[in-house]
């Protein structure tokens, strides 16, 4: 599977064999690639947990539910939107669903265009989610390759202190923390104090980013 067919990949998991076959044919119909499981044990096992696409999930099944499933996606924080779908009304659940990530909870039936409509949506929250996903383990990556004492001039620059006062902080000198912060902007792939900042206020701002909160 492409890229291109990997952004439009939904997960159909519903333990209604009728359900999935009827979603399946209207989703690809609309030029979705598709995969169906019959219950949450078999997602797991075999879905698609690279974190492409959505999942349209039903609440209630045999063995791990719609919500015990929802809530392991949220823990292993996988970019992948999830829509629920359910034949039971229940305001009180789809609000907390919705407040912990959920893009929407659909009752059945539901007509195509709310469903085809929703999908998008989820489609393009999963792509940004992807985007950030992406950009964090690259930011982490190059972290990953500082010494200890570059971590040092990284944070003390980062939080404003000039070379003078880090040379002082760390009790080397100026010519030596010169060499350090040349040494951190290379490995960051940073030109600029600013664009160094900038990405280090991201990255903190994202590792307490609630799941499937975008702003």
Known sequence: MNGTEKERLVHVVDDDEAMRDS?????????????????AASF??????????CVLLDVRMPGMSGLELFEELRRRELPLPVIFITGHGDIPMAVRMLRKGAVD?????????????????????????????????????RLASLSQREREVLTLIVAG?????????????????EVYRARVMEK?????????????????????????QLE
């Open 161 to 177: 202190r000039l070379n003078k006062q880090v040379a002082d902080d760390l009790g080397i000198s100026i010519k030596t923390v």
């Open 188 to 212: 960051m792939a940073c030109d600029s104090l600013a664009e160094l900042v900038q990405a280090m206020t991201w990255w903190e701002e994202e590792r307490v980013r609630p799941w499937g």
């Open 44 to 53: 797991l096992a075999t879905g698609g947990l690279s974190g492409s696409g």
């Open 23 to 39: 979603l399946q044919w209207l989703l690809e119909g609309s030029g979705h690639h598709v995969r169906t499981y019959a219950d």
């Open 105 to 141: 909870f659909l009752e059945k039936p539901f007509s195509d265009a709310q469903l085809l409509d929703r999908i998008e949506e989820a489609l393009d929250r999963s792509r940004t989610w992807c985007e950030r996903q992406r950009r964090r383990q690259e930011i982490e990556r």
